[in-house]
């Protein structure tokens, strides 16, 4: 027990949940990594899809961005919608489950369940890949390198969630802050040029293969949408907030949701402003657009490597996101009986142990098989967290129409946007990366949901079984027996005596002699033993 206490920390009460509460500015670093480090990939993806249209792909970033920040905006206020109509922390599992049944809750919890498995391994091998691309020397440690950054993360969050905010804190503000600067710097050098700012370093340039169509453009699309990935974690964990508890989360909400889309836009605005190009992922001279974007606003001088550095934690430390929904929502789910009734059970810090320990086992078989890198799961991220998306904003609508409070037509016209498009936007995300991978969400997702639903029969059929069908007869007890084996005579086995005795007089003591023993048990047990109710 000491040892726990000394790696974990000392054991915590119930009444100690107060103090362990998380407020607005540690919440962004609890609930907006994964959200916040969208802005590395998330223009590059976009990107990546408009490389064969060489520079003329740059200046289709700011449309795109344009559209992913307008369905954003769109789930942001359908969220705080959500916020303040579940504040015990409704995610999208209970509110589809209670405005459109339990099936789509269960969806949507597979769907949250899958994003965040995919999550956790997609971070922390894009930190680690950053990392061995500025120092190859590095690369065969890639897999170790990985586990260690997962097992770090899972130490801390099992250490309770206020010590994590704690812990991510200076990373995150560090990446906002570097990036912030760099899109303030290059939007003033763009204006005092006239629009036509000198990048500080040579950029590579890429010659056009082909010209824009809009199965390139939708493609485009889809691939900004990871960007989205991670903004409705805080909807699930509104308990885990300081009075009040609604409002703390609607301006964690704010937070990440505004420099989120600022970072969005600005990255966008630079990489047209500067004529930035994605380089082809695995090339030779692979880049990343945020490195390219960094170096030719600020050159390659001191900043340029702060800012590369809080990048690389930010991508690592992304996955504390769904180490602090993840086990909420497996969680709310075993309530309902479709996972082990342990799940819901608070450990030592206050955390929920057991989805933690689940989640670093998944996260850790992901990395495991794909050595490290997993950039063939990308194409599943949004997939979920758009379905995800969708029942959410569903069971939203659903809510209000049978709502009586004021307003109540308007807020279901709000969320019925954001259930139109972000319905649309999974539309399109299946369709055009089905051949990428997405193809995997039509198999995973349904195997998922046939486990969940097989515990939860089992749990029903139990409950059938053990379940009173008639009037409870209570009958005087017969006279009980004790046996209790005993090897020799101590202060221990004198206590199992006086216990076997509390519970009836008929005790039976039971003694196997060994052949080659010296001991007399007959004679201690004469000596020592003085009841006339024992029977040996």
Same mark, same amino acid.
């Given at each position: 027990?000491?040892?726990?206490?000394?790696?974990?920390?000392?054991?915590?009460?119930?009444?100690?949940?107060?103090?362990?509460?998380?407020?607005?500015?540690?919440?962004?670093?609890?609930?907006?990594?994964?959200?916040?480090?969208?802005?590395?990939?998330?223009?590059?993806?976009?990107?990546?899809?408009?490389?064969?249209?060489?520079?003329?792909?740059?200046?289709?970033?700011?449309?795109?961005?344009?559209?992913?920040?307008?369905?954003?905006?769109?789930?942001?206020?359908?969220?705080?919608?959500?916020?303040?109509?579940?504040?015990?922390?409704?995610?999208?599992?209970?509110?589809?489950?209670?405005?459109?049944?339990?099936?789509?809750?269960?969806?949507?919890?597979?769907? !949250?369940?899958?994003?965040?498995?995919?999550?956790?391994?997609?971070?922390?091998?894009? *930190? =680690?890949?950053? /990392? &061995? %691309? @500025?120092?190859?020397?590095?690369?065969?440690?890639?897999?170790?390198?990985?586990?260690?950054?997962?097992?770090?993360?899972?130490?801390?969050?099992?250490?309770?969630?206020?010590?994590?905010?704690?812990?991510?804190?200076?990373?995150?503000?560090?990446?906002?802050?570097?990036?912030?600067?760099?899109?303030?710097?290059?939007?003033?050098?763009?204006?005092?040029?006239?629009?036509?700012?000198?990048?500080?370093?040579?950029?590579?340039?890429?010659?056009?293969?082909?010209?824009?169509?809009?199965?390139?453009?939708?493609?485009?699309?889809?691939?900004?949408?990871?960007?989205?990935?991670?903004?409705?974690?805080?909807?699930?964990?509104?308990?885990?907030?300081?009075?009040?508890?609604?409002?703390?989360?609607? !301006?964690?909400?704010?937070?990440?949701?505004?420099?989120?889309?600022?970072?969005?836009? *600005? =990255?966008?605005? /630079? &990489? %047209? @402003?500067?004529?930035?190009?994605?380089?082809?992922?695995?090339?030779?001279?692979?880049?990343?657009?945020?490195?390219?974007?960094?170096?030719?606003?600020?050159?390659?001088?001191?900043?340029?490597?702060?800012?590369?550095?809080?990048?690389?934690?930010?991508?690592?430390?992304?996955?504390?996101?769904?180490?602090?929904?993840?086990?909420?929502?497996?969680?709310?789910?075993?309530?309902?009986?479709?996972?082990?009734?342990?799940?819901?059970?608070?450990?030592?810090?206050?955390?929920?142990?057991?989805?933690?320990?689940?989640?670093?086992?998944?996260?850790?078989?992901?990395?495991?098989?794909?050595?490290?890198?997993?950039?063939?799961?990308?194409?599943?991220?949004?997939?979920?967290?758009?379905?995800?998306?969708?029942?959410?904003?569903?069971?939203?609508?659903?809510?209000?129409?049978?709502?009586?409070?004021?307003?109540?037509?308007? %807020? @279901?016209?709000?969320?019925?946007?954001?259930?139109?498009?972000?319905?649309?936007?999974?539309?399109?995300?299946?369709?055009?990366?089905?051949?990428?991978?997405?193809?995997?969400?039509?198999?995973?997702?349904?195997?998922?949901?046939?486990?969940?639903?097989?515990?939860?029969?089992?749990?029903?059929?139990?409950?059938?079984?053990?379940?009173?069908?008639?009037?409870?007869?209570?009958?005087?007890?017969?006279?009980?027996?004790?046996?209790?084996?005993?090897?020799?005579?101590?202060?221990?086995?004198?206590?199992?005596?006086?216990?076997?005795?509390?519970?009836?007089?008929?005790?039976?003591?039971?003694?196997?002699?060994?052949?080659?023993?010296?001991?007399?048990?007959?004679?201690?047990?004469?000596?020592?033993?003085?009841?006339?109710?024992?029977?040996?």
């Amino acid at each position: 027990m000491a040892l726990l206490d000394y790696i974990l920390g000392r054991q915590l009460a119930s009444s100690e949940d107060q103090q362990e509460r998380i407020g607005s500015f540690s919440g962004v670093s609890v609930f907006g990594l994964d959200a916040l480090s969208s802005a590395a990939y998330g223009p590059e993806a976009a990107l990546t899809i408009l490389i064969p249209l060489g520079m003329a792909g740059a200046g289709f970033g700011i449309p795109i961005t344009a559209a992913v920040s307008a369905i954003l905006i769109i789930v942001y206020f359908s969220y705080r919608q959500t916020i303040a109509a579940y504040p015990q922390g409704a995610g999208s599992y209970t509110v589809a489950k209670q405005n459109l049944g339990k099936h789509a809750g269960l969806s949507a919890a597979v769907a !949250l369940m899958v994003d965040y498995t995919l999550n956790v391994a997609v971070g922390i091998s894009a *930190g =680690i890949g950053a /990392l &061995v %691309s @500025a120092f190859p020397f590095l690369q065969p440690h890639t897999l170790l390198l990985c586990l260690i950054v997962l097992a770090l993360l899972a130490f801390f969050n099992l250490r309770g969630l206020r010590e994590a905010g704690l812990a991510f804190m200076p990373p995150t503000y560090l990446f906002v802050g570097c990036l912030i600067l760099v899109c303030l710097i290059g939007i003033v050098k763009t204006v005092l040029s006239g629009g036509h700012p000198q990048p500080l370093v040579e950029l590579p340039s890429v010659h056009p293969q082909t010209t824009i169509s809009v199965w390139l453009f939708l493609k485009a699309f889809a691939a900004g949408c990871t960007a989205m990935t991670g903004v409705e974690a805080v909807s699930n964990g509104v308990p885990v907030f300081k009075e009040p508890v609604v409002k703390s989360a609607q !301006l964690t909400l704010t937070f990440i949701v505004a420099i989120l889309i600022f970072l969005l836009i *600005g =990255i966008a605005y /630079l &990489v %047209s @402003a500067y004529h930035i190009t994605a380089s082809e992922p695995g090339s030779p001279n692979y880049q990343s657009v945020l490195s390219l974007v960094t170096a030719a606003v600020a050159g390659r001088g001191a900043f340029y490597y702060l800012t590369m550095v809080a990048v690389l934690l930010v991508l690592c430390l992304s996955a504390n996101t769904s180490f602090a929904d993840f086990p909420r929502v497996c969680r709310t789910v075993s309530i309902d009986g479709f996972l082990p009734a342990s799940f819901g059970v608070r450990g030592r810090r206050l955390v929920y142990t057991q989805g933690i320990v689940l989640l670093t086992a998944l996260a850790g078989i992901l990395l495991f098989v794909f050595n490290g890198v997993t950039d063939r799961l990308i194409p599943l991220f949004a997939v979920g967290a758009f379905l995800a998306f969708t029942l959410s904003q569903a069971g939203m609508v659903m809510h209000w129409l049978r709502s009586k409070e004021p307003n109540a037509y308007l %807020s @279901a016209i709000v969320n019925g946007v954001g259930a139109f498009a972000t319905g649309l936007t999974l539309i399109i995300v299946i369709v055009t990366k089905f051949a990428e991978g997405a193809w995997l969400v039509l198999i995973v997702l349904p195997l998922l949901f046939l486990i969940m639903q097989a515990i939860e029969w089992h749990y029903r059929e139990v409950a059938d079984e053990i379940a009173i069908t008639g009037p409870v007869s209570l009958r005087e007890p017969s006279t009980l027996i004790a046996v209790v084996p005993l090897d020799h005579l101590n202060t221990v086995s004198a206590r199992a005596l006086q216990a076997a005795f509390a519970v009836t007089k008929k005790v039976h003591v039971v003694h196997v002699e060994h052949e080659d023993g010296d001991q007399d048990f007959a004679a201690d047990w004469d000596k020592y033993v003085d009841c006339l109710h024992l029977r040996s």
